[in-house]
């Protein structure tokens, strides 16, 4: 194990413990004011990561890409709100594999071959089933508030059962193919575990925020400060969070200004996971050219 997984298997205990004086409203708000604070930051820097992968600086560029991309998130809102089932699914697929593609960044040192790209999807897809299969009925109103539909009829333990017989064949085929699957495959076990164990006892927005922060943004601002200004340190640090800062508090003004419109738990729950779901679309395509440009070098 690495010392970042150490730290982060630590911060999951914690975090679990804490879970265990705090009601599920105090889980619910905890949950959501990290995903604001770390998880919407670990994709604030996007635009800096794509002026540094195409190598150009000029404010001209900027402007273009910030116009591209403002494009690709209305897009994303535009499409929850006109194909919203649609828009979900995508929305899933492209995280699960944002996710395995984080997760495992370290299977190839060179171009991603599609058998490393389908693991990593559907690794992506059983985080997010072993989520949905312990917080089911929350799921399913979270869902139905999203494509204005009922979920009652729903098997999330099928998917689960499904996926995992998936996972375990490609699993198998990856421990014919690469080594450095099969050195990690172990340890890799028990944060699966470790993830179960979490998901079953949290509320499912604090689930959601142990994983997604811990598991996910906090390793991806690693690498992205890596990425940018060549080590990971507390200055490059604070130089990557002042960059960051002007997208990252319009987005928590957007995130604000949906609360005190729509209060209600329930439709707030959906509309939060839309709009994460918009921002997502453009930053998992950002983190891919980034992870490629790495390997490139």
Not at 76 to 99: K, Q, R
Not at 179 to 190: D, E, G, R, S
Not at 243 to 259: H, K, P, Q, R, V
């Amino acid at each position: 194990m690495t010392n970042s997984s150490n730290i982060g298997i630590v911060l999951s205990f914690l975090a679990l413990w804490i879970a265990t004086y705090f009601s599920v409203e105090y889980q619910q708000i905890t949950g959501f004011v990290i995903i604001f604070l770390f998880g919407i930051l670990h994709g604030a820097n996007d635009l800096r990561l794509i002026s540094k992968i195409k190598n150009e600086n000029s404010i001209s560029n900027y402007k273009k890409i910030l116009i591209y991309y403002l494009t690709f998130v209305t897009t994303g809102v535009l499409l929850f709100y006109l194909l919203p089932e649609w828009a979900l699914v995508i929305f899933i697929l492209v995280s699960a594999y944002h996710f395995g593609e984080q997760h495992w960044n370290q299977l190839s040192t060179e171009k991603t071959p599609p058998i490393i790209s389908l693991f990593q999807l559907v690794y992506g897809l059983f985080i997010f089933e072993l989520l949905f299969y312990f917080h089911q009925k929350e799921v399913a109103v979270i869902i139905g508030e999203i494509i204005h539909s009922s979920m009652n009829t729903f098997n999330f333990t099928y998917m689960l059962q499904f996926n995992g017989l998936v996972l375990i064949v490609l699993s198998l085929v990856m421990l014919r193919k690469n080594t450095i699957f099969k050195n990690q495959l172990p340890v890799n076990l028990v944060y699966l575990l470790l993830f179960a164990i979490i998901f079953r006892n949290s509320n499912l927005i604090w689930a959601f925020a142990i994983y997604f922060i811990i598991w996910h943004s906090l390793p991806s601002i690693k690498d992205q400060i890596c990425f940018l200004y060549g080590q990971y340190t507390f200055q490059n640090f604070v130089q990557y969070f002042k960059a960051a800062f002007g997208y990252w508090f319009l987005s928590l003004t957007g995130i604000a200004l949906l609360y005190f419109l729509f209060r209600k738990e329930a439709v707030f729950t959906a509309l939060f996971f839309s709009f994460l779901a918009a921002i997502t679309f453009p930053h998992v395509l950002v983190i891919m050219k980034m992870q490629n440009k790495i390997k490139e070098h």
